[in-house]
């Protein structure tokens, strides 16, 4: 027996001998290896965890939009983790307030995915947890000049999307175009409306077509914005925010008030949509994920942030919720190994907002005490 093979022989014992070490240490934690590859019911082959977080949990609760996190991911973190995933769904930020602010009995929730002025709300009022941003590693994926507007809210949420809310309209069906919000008023549109059931967003809207600000408190303004939305009732035909592409694909409907993300995906179902950042401005939003002050699992919050922030897990949100995504790990991820996705999203102005529309666009904050007012109004207007 040569030298040569004797060196290589004991190299492939030493080799084994750690193969066998890691397999057994892995094994004991009900973890993966990297030569397991676990698939989910769709068929998606899930990354393993990069880097891997221990925690001690064996399950995670999490509240979150209607259409908004790609079930594979959901579906992979259980798989990766092995442990228990639990999901439930709101549809605007006032249901979501409307569980969390009522303690443990009523909020289960170990992680929560509030958005633009609900995260102030919900800081303001102590219910979410301030982060341990050391043990947030794939922090460093987002990109630090998108998510310098969350401001002081990154000690508390980790940015997840963000993106504008605007006007989409179907060219042929739509003989005027309209190029303002102040145009969805006109009586061509009525009963051709679908809007997102946001108080912030409509009740905003109406404030820029009066000439005021879209977080304005004034009760004689916020009267004025009543009687204006009085005025467009009888235009929108459903409030939709669970899927407001959806009465707008089926026909249903031919203009929309909505989300970037569902306008993108309307118009890749149906090329006759066109999406329209109104002459007052967009309403911009950005949202985030946190850990609810209730969190009987918070550990395994932090290693659920980390698998999301993942480039490699993170890109689905281009196929399936195409918002604005901060995270320059996944888009890196999507143009080196899916440019079918990456391409028609960095093309799109609708999903690659230009800097110029998210400068001109108007951010909804908290408004502490004054939100009772907003609530108010959109009872009355909606009943």
């Known amino acids: ?9 004991l190299a492939r014992l030493i080799l084994s001998s750690v193969l066998l070490i890691v397999l057994t240490a892995c094994a004991a934690k009900s973890e993966p290896t990297a030569s397991e590859e676990l698939v989910t019911s769709s068929g998606f082959v899930c990354p393993l965890p990069n880097p ?17 996190v790609p079930a594979d991911i959901f579906d992979c973190f259980g798989l990766v983790y092995g442990v228990e ?4 769904y709101f549809s605007s930020n006032e249901e979501l307030y409307s569980k969390v602010s009522l303690g443990a ?18 800081i303001r009022e102590g219910l979410l947890q301030e982060l341990d941003m050391t043990r947030l590693p794939n922090e460093v994926n987002l990109d630090s000049n998108l998510t310098a507007a969350y401001g002081d809210a990154n000690n508390y949420i980790v940015p997840y999307q963000m993106g504008t809310q605007a006007i989409i309209y179907n060219t042929e069906t739509v003989s005027t175009p309209p190029t303002s919000w102040a145009d969805l008023w006109s009586p061509e549109y009525e009963g051709r409306i679908v809007a997102v059931d946001d108080s912030r967003v409509v009740i905003g809207a109406a404030l820029l077509t009066l000439g ?19 005025e467009l009732m009888p235009n929108i035909r459903v409030f939709d925010s669970d899927s407001p592409k959806t009465p707008l694909v089926a026909g249903d409907v031919d203009l929309g008030i909505v989300w970037n993300g569902e306008a993108f995906l309307t118009q890749s179902e149906d090329p006759r949509f066109e999406y329209v950042f109104p002459e007052e401005g967009s309403i911009i939003f950005y949202d985030g994920m946190g850990i609810s002050p209730t969190a009987a699992h918070s550990d395994a919050a932090y290693a659920w942030f980390n698998y999301l922030l993942q480039g490699d897990t993170n890109w689905l949100t281009l196929v399936d919720y195409p918002y604005t995504n901060p995270n320059k790990a996944a888009l890196e991820f999507a143009k080196i190994n899916h440019p079918d996705v990456y391409e028609p999203y960095f093309a799109s102005p609708i999903t690659n907002t230009p800097a110029e529309e998210f400068a001109k666009g108007h951010e909804v904050i908290d408004l502490g005490a004054a939100l009772s007012l907003y609530d108010e109004l959109w009872t009355e207007i909606k009943q």
């Open 212 to 230: 005021y600000d879209v977080n304005d408190t004034d009760p004689a303004h916020l009267a004025e914005a009543k009687e204006k939305l009085l």
């Open 85 to 88: 995933v639990n999901v439930d």
């Open 105 to 122: 009995d009523v909020n289960p929730y170990d992680v929560i995915h509030p958005s633009d002025y609900m995260i102030g709300v919900l």
């Open 52 to 68: 891997p977080i221990e925690f001690e949990s064996k399950k995670i609760n999490i509240f979150t939009w209607t259409e908004y």
């Open 1 to 9: 027996m040569n030298t040569h093979y004797k060196i290589h022989r």
